[in-house]
């Protein structure tokens, strides 16, 4: 394997440009939300900017997608303070060593998944449960950082905890804080909804526009740092502020850890990276399919697994693509994953030589970039999709969002895993069946509920559109039985198999036991449209050898041998 990526070997010189304003507006929009992510996760601000360096350029090696935007994001952040939060005191040494952790292990998990070539993993939480994740975290998020927005202190394990305490906190609130942090809102919210338009009207280009809208956050971070160091906020009016961020580039090093430590956090790093993968391959892949591009999931964990370990190294958190972020790089020009080096540089530069420029920047301000940033991710979209096509699914989304916000980050998406696959199990143990019957003058044989069909007397033709295995298997059964119940004069039963991927053990003495059942009664028992594979594993079993001759190729075949036969008979 080529140590140097492909888009490095094959770089044009026409690109350079393209990938070198992305990279630096994609800067410009980071280095508030590395500051913000860090104080959602409960760490210092440093190591956001810590966890916006070496991930960055690790991903570039290894990753497949020429546009996505590697660094800390809201979710994983929320999940990194659900898993440390029990552990150690938020802002501790030990906390920062545990978080470091978390990324190493993450890292690892996502680096044997890509050898291993797991990445079908991604199928593996359906897009209803992701989004009722993401849904019920960005809630969860938001209205955790409501105590920054109004400086009070409360506590709550879940949403509607921390909602009462806020409640209860309101007589506290500090309107020097509320105000920096409502005005933040407001502005952002006004940027996200109106500004482009705004801009757009007075003659700036659209993608200009859309660009200029997206730095707002950086805009308010500058505005209300000076406000707060010119008036002397923090210290006349209690305004709480980053502090001192101290100056200079990481240490590099692997986090100190033992056995007791790893055992309580290998489920959050597994939970943070299946998440992070599923969401980083989405926006990949929407993001490749408008250039033509392909992205692959293998190298996607190898690329994660890489900047897991490089933030690990430098003593950063777990990371993964972020959907603004690519959106904006891809949008800016991004033509391939040097955007990312650049952007990597030039947060370099900010940590080695530019921090202390954030002393003064109010918590609150982190917190309404946050607030505004997470509301976005509430998917109303897939709710009301899922709730007119599939309320199963639907349901699954809502019980994983209330999930989230009621038990936490972990409890919730396990609950939606579990529900998701409870719902898949479910509907493969009551497989659709339908009789059918020929539809005249032709070969074609469908639903007799649905068409206009004809029937051939003394046959009960059965199609199941499920494979028959141990959850099923009986009601097949049942099902037979009671139509033959209901059709004394029935001489044949005829099983159409054109949609059994498998048959399993279970299945097969049900099948036996049902052929023979019967047989004894007088009837017999046929198949048609059995599968290449399936018929395989038939033929060397006592009910594929009682079946010889009562297995046809066609469900026409069939219809036409118990014709033949009743008009000998």
């Not at 992305?22 to 410009?28: C, K, M, N, S, Y």
């Not at 800016?332 to 530069?349: D, E, K, R, Y």
């Not at 509430?378 to 199963?392: N, P, Q, V």
């Amino acid at each position: 394997m080529n140590p140097i990526p492909d888009w490095l070997r094959n770089y044009r010189a026409s690109w350079l440009a393209g990938d070198a304003v992305a990279g630096l507006i994609v800067t410009v929009m980071l280095i508030p939300q590395s500051l913000a992510y860090a104080l959602l996760a409960g760490l210092p601000a440093e190591v956001g900017l810590y966890a916006s360096l070496l991930p960055i350029v690790a991903y570039a090696l290894l990753g497949s997608s020429m546009t996505l935007a590697v660094g800390p994001v809201a979710v994983a952040s929320l999940m990194t303070a659900s898993a440390l939060q029990p552990l150690a005191a938020a802002g501790s040494v030990q906390y920062v060593q545990l978080a470091v952790l978390l990324s190493l292990l993450s890292g690892v998990m996502l680096l044997a998944f890509g050898l291993l070539r797991l990445g079908f993993l991604a199928h593996f939480l359906s897009h209803p449960v992701i989004s009722g994740f993401i849904t019920g975290s960005a809630v969860l998020i938001a209205v955790g950082q409501l105590k920054h927005l109004l400086g009070v202190q409360v506590q709550g394990e879940n949403v509607f905890q921390t909602l009462s305490s806020l409640a209860h906190a309101l007589p506290q609130t500090k309107p020097a804080v509320l105000a920096l942090g409502g005005a933040s809102v407001l502005f952002l919210w006004f940027a996200r909804k109106y500004l482009a338009k705004l801009l757009v009207r007075t003659g700036l280009s659209a993608k200009a526009a859309d660009m200029a809208a997206k730095l707002a956050p950086m805009l308010v971070v500058i505005v209300s740092t000076a406000v707060v160091s010119l008036w002397g906020l923090d210290r006349s009016h209690g305004v709480p502020v980053v502090g001192n961020v101290p100056q200079g580039l990481p240490a590099l090093g692997l986090p100190a850890w033992d056995w007791g430590s790893v055992q309580a956090l290998w489920l959050p790093a597994l939970l943070i990276s299946l998440v992070g993968f599923v969401e980083s391959v989405s926006v990949a892949q929407s993001l490749a399919l408008k250039r033509q591009q392909r992205i692959e999931p293998n190298r996607e964990l190898l690329g994660l697994g890489a900047a897991n370990l490089a933030s690990a190294v430098s003593g950063g958190f777990p990371v993964t693509g972020g959907f603004a972020r690519s959106v904006v790089n891809f949008a800016a020009g991004a033509n391939t994953p040097l955007a990312g080096v650049i952007s990597a540089a030039l947060m370099a530069l900010v940590v080695a030589f530019f921090t202390g420029w954030f002393h003064a920047l109010p918590q609150a301000v982190l917190a309404a970039t946050i607030i505004v940033a997470v509301t976005g991710l509430i998917d109303w979209g897939t709710l009301r999709e899922a709730w007119h096509y599939d309320k199963a699914d639907a349901l699954s989304l809502i019980a994983t969002a209330l999930g989230v916000m009621a038990l936490g980050v972990e409890a919730g998406i396990l609950l939606g895993v579990a529900l998701s696959l409870g719902t898949l199990v479910w509907r493969s143990s009551h497989p659709h069946m339908a009789v059918v019957g020929r539809v005249p003058g032709t070969e074609h044989f469908r639903n007799v509920d649905r068409h206009q069909v004809v029937t051939e007397p003394g046959l009960v033709a059965v199609r199941v559109d499920e494979s028959l295995y141990f959850a099923n298997a009986s009601v097949l059964q049942d099902r037979i039985e009671a139509l033959v119940h209901a059709n004394p004069a029935a001489r044949h039963v005829l099983l159409v198999c054109s949609a059994v991927n498998q048959i399993d053990t279970t299945a097969l003495g049900v099948l036996g036991d049902l052929e023979r059942s019967l047989r004894e009664r007088g009837i017999r028992f046929l198949l048609a449209e059995v599968k290449g594979p399936v018929m395989d594993r038939l033929q060397d079993t006592d009910f594929g050898r009682r079946m010889q001759g009562q297995v046809f190729l066609s469900t026409h075949e069939a219809f036409a041998d118990v014709a033949q036969r009743q008009q000998v008979g």
